[in-house]
Each structure stands twice: as structure tokens, then as C-alpha cells.
């Protein structure tokens, strides 16, 4: 079955720091990954995604992610994080097939980050 | 620029009661989905449409009932109301692509949180 795992419920990271959420997919083919930003009391907003192509992909706000097909991961990064990138973050994958075009979210990852 | 726009915001319903969750769309796009986010069990989709006239069960599509009688509207139903669906309902929309365009890039609405009590 299609899922994603996002191993940890929470993340904390002092303000300029780096930081990182995890993401783990388990996908038949090739994947199309996506990561998501929920600001409080708000939708979920597009952040990056992977089609194919580099395995660095450059997303909103600094946000990166890195593709690896080989630990089958997809984690969410930024060189120096701010305390408005405090969220909640959402891995997801794309599944596809005769009529159905879904995304299978990850349960959420909090990044707090302390000033 | 409105987007994915869902009313109520807010409501309260008592057990039993019925209210339809009201979710609708000006990008003219296929593809619409209505989900529900409980706390630490990220979102659940309850149905989704890939387009006027089509739609389909999702992971929890019990107690809910949809339509999509037009590209813009995606209404929610809930039949007979019950505690266990008290949540957050995320509306939210997409156009594919095709092919190395495909993106499927969802837009959220605010969403509506419903209490059962």
C-alpha cells in the first residue's frame, strides 16, 4: 500500500539554526512527493514538490527538500530557521490510477522554533 | 482571488442533527476533495471528485455524502451527525496535468471546524 511516515511528532530548533523534518514514503513506481505548511487555524498550504529531476528540490519561504531513492526518504530542510516557520508540516504522495488522483498525507510534523 | 472557498466557519451541531458543509472553487479545477483532520492523525480523506457528475469514497466515508452536480461546488453532507465527527473539514482542489506536467498541486480552504455534541 501507499503510505508516508513522518517519524517525529515534534521538532525543535533554535531561531538560525538549521533544521530538518523527516519524511519516509513507501510508493510503487516512481513517486511524486509533496510537502505541505499549516499555519494555525488555516488550510494547508503548497510548499515544494518532487516530480523527477534533481534530487534537490528548492521550494517557498528557503524550504528545501531532498529525494532519496534509496533510503526511499524525502526530507523537508532550510539552512537557517525563523521563528515564523513555526507550523505544522505535512509529508504527502501522490497516488495515481484509472480515475483516481489522490495525495495520501503524513500525520504531521510541529516545528517550533525558540527564539 | 478568492480560491477554495468553505463556509461555515464554525458549528455546532447536536446528535442526530444534519447539516451540509458548503466548499466551492473558482480556478476551474477538475479534481475536488474534502477531507477531515483530527488532532495527531494528520488528514483523512472522506471523498473526492475528479469532475462534475464523478465522485468517489475515500479512506473514511462513513456518515458523509457528496455530490458534484457543477466543476465549482463540492458540497459535504452529513446525514445523521454523531460525536465521533466532531473535526476539522479541509476542502481542497487540484488540476493534474499530464504527462512531466502533472502536479496535483492541492489548494486548501480555511476550513470548517465542526463540534457534535
Known amino acids: 500500500a501507499q503510505s508516508v511516515a513522518q517519524p517525529e511528532d515534534q521538532v525543535n530548533v533554535a531561531e538560525g539554526n538549521p533544521l530538518t523534518v523527516k519524511c519516509t514514503y513507501s510508493?510503487?513506481?516512481?513517486?511524486?512527493l509533496f510537502w505541505y505548511v499549516q499555519y494555525p487555524n488555516r488550510g494547508l498550504q503548497f510548499l515544494l514538490k518532487y516530480i523527477t529531476g534533481d534530487n534537490l528540490v528548492k521550494g517557498s519561504y528557503g524550504f528545501e527538500a531532498e529525494f532519496n531513492k534509496s533510503q526511499t526518504s524525502f526530507h523537508l530542510k532550510k539552512p537557517s530557521a525563523l521563528v515564523s516557520d513555526s507550523a505544522l508540516y505535512f509529508c504527502?504522495?501522490?497516488?495515481?490510477?484509472?480515475?483516481?488522483?489522490?495525495?495520501?498525507f503524513g500525520t504531521g510534523t510541529r516545528l517550533q522554533v525558540f527564539p | 482571488n478568492a480560491g477554495v472557498t468553505q463556509t461555515p466557519k464554525f458549528r455546532i451541531l447536536k446528535i442526530g442533527q444534519s447539516m451540509t458543509l458548503q466548499c466551492t472553487q473558482d480556478m476551474n479545477h477538475n479534481y475536488m476533495y474534502w477531507y477531515r483532520q483530527d488532532p495527531g492523525m494528520g488528514l483523512k480523506l472522506i471523498y473526492y471528485?475528479?469532475?462534475?457528475?464523478?465522485?468517489d469514497k475515500g479512506e473514511v466515508p462513513n456518515g458523509y455524502n457528496v455530490s458534484r452536480s457543477t466543476t465549482e461546488d463540492f458540497p459535504l453532507r452529513l446525514e445523521l451527525a454523531a460525536p465521533s465527527q466532531t473535526s476539522v473539514y479541509f476542502c481542497a482542489s487540484s488540476y493534474p496535468g499530464q504527462g512531466m506536467e502533472a502536479k496535483n498541486i492541492q489548494y486548501f480552504g480555511a476550513g470548517t471546524r465542526l463540534s457534535v455534541l
Open positions: 471528485s475528479v469532475g462534475a457528475g464523478i465522485t
Open positions: 504527502a504522495v501522490r497516488v495515481i490510477a484509472y480515475n483516481t488522483d489522490k495525495l495520501i
Open positions: 510508493v510503487s513506481g516512481n513517486p511524486y
